[in-house]
């Protein structure tokens, strides 16, 4: 059993962020309201984040600015740069998408004259 | 003690997380939303990513509520669901 | 509804679990993940480049086509957001005027009647008083955030920071002056034909520079051969085109901040805001 604990405390980063995934496609996907599908779909995307810099992550590396005294660089004592490159990236793209997605509601609300998925359903059948 | 402050963290981020889609206000969802993204900023100092923590508390925690805010004001602050 | 995304979501979340089983533990410097091409960026950087943030480097120097990319996508998300809610023709419902000194508020739909007047100021629909200590606050403070946003782009090579960063905080700074004051003061300082050219001109920047160093003879955004214009060796000459992408980076983003900010503030009108 507590060979049990220490696995699951191992990797307690991943786990952490496999619920948040789930939060942001729960709420993409049972939430009527539309402006709360784009929060959903927000932490959705802060948690692949979260999951690519724990991957980076190393226990005894500090930040990754290197010194500039000439000595040889230990390459395990720097966190791995590469996904944090990325993710600067994939945060770029989530503030873009997240701008378009406001603009995108607030043109729907001129139209229908609502926010909620079910109203503006059943006024399109009509 | 480094990594001790991010279990302590990574549950305060599952709680905000949680409660920022549960209430029915969408000014308290802007504000929580907010508050999770300053969580997230922090998490990542922890862990070494201190570019990324940078874009993200100006962006998240500055940009983007302001937007969200101002998406509410013109459209309905009251969610029914 | 409900039910059924509860559903999705635990198969979901079990699935990804079980291939979490596989990942190697967290925090180990052995990972596979840290053993490929990191190692060779991490030890080569000062090299090459002169740049000790190695983050910087990979992003505008070793991957500098994504970033390309991203600076694109940026000024795309702008594009969009002018193309949804902008309203060409508006049709003046009137305005309000507010005296001065006896707080009388007059509303006038015969238009252009009491612009210049000195005693009549025009308000917004939902205008509040005594907020004088905020309009003074944000004046003494804007100067100094925009003057952060300048140091944070430059010192991109040293420190946490960069083209991006330094942008969203030089846009920030014109919203905090368009909510503190209102949305035709900012109109006036930033317009939006600035704010059209200025996104565009980073993207412009950014191409350019790789095309500059095309026309030299080297490949696209090798910024080595700018040594033979700029005089200096090519170690530092990567250093040079490196911030001169972070400067374009830092316009594009900085003008779209600003104008997502206008329209969706606005509803597209550009007549009064939050």
Known sequence: ??????????????????????????????????????????????????????????????????????????????????????????????????????????KIYQEHGTLEENEILSELEQ | MGWHIDIIVLSFVVIIAIAAIEVKDLLATAVLFGAYSFMMCLLWSIMGAVDVAFTEASVGAGVSTV?????????????QD | MKYLALLVVLLSGMALIYTGLDLP?????????????????????????????????????YRGYDTMFETTVIFCAGLACLVLLRVSKVERKGAHFRHKATG???HVKISGLLEHSREFERIDTQWVPHDIILKTMCRFLIPFIQLFALYVVAHGHHSPGGGFQGGVILGASVILLSISFDLRTGLQKVGELKIGLMSATGVFIY???????LLLGSEFLNYGILSKILGVDPVMSRSLGIFGVEVGVAITVMAVMIGIYNYVSSEGRLDEGL
């Not at chain 1, 604990?5 to 789930?22: D, E």
């Not at chain 1, 590396?61 to 490159?85: F, R």
């Not at chain 3, 191409?207 to 160093?213: D, K, N, Q, S, V």
């Open chain 2, 67 to 79: 937007f969200f805010i101002a998406a509410i004001f013109h459209t309905k602050r009251r969610s």
């Open chain 3, 207 to 213: 191409t350019g520079i790789g095309a500059l160093c």
């Open chain 3, 104 to 106: 009388l508020v007059l």
């Open chain 1, 1 to 106: 059993m507590p060979d049990a604990i220490a696995y699951i405390l191992a990797k307690y980063n991943y786990w952490m962020a496999v619920i948040l995934m789930m939060i942001g496609l729960y709420a993409m996907i049972a939430k009527k309201n539309l402006i709360k599908k784009i929060v959903g779909m927000n932490i959705f995307q802060t948690a692949i984040i979260l999951f690519y810099i724990s991957i980076g992550f190393k226990k005894s590396g500090t930040i990754p600015i290197l010194e500039h005294n000439g000595h040889v660089i230990d390459v395990a004592k720097y966190s791995n740069p590469l996904p944090h490159v990325l993710m600067l990236t994939a945060i770029v793209v989530s503030v873009s998408t997240f701008g378009v997605a406001l603009a995108l509601a607030i």
């Open chain 3, 25 to 61: 533990p967290w925090g180990d410097p052995n990972s596979p993940a840290s053993l490929h091409v990191s190692p060779k960026y991490l030890r080569d950087s000062l090299k090459d480049t002169a740049v000790p943030n190695v983050v910087t480097s990979i992003l505008a120097d």
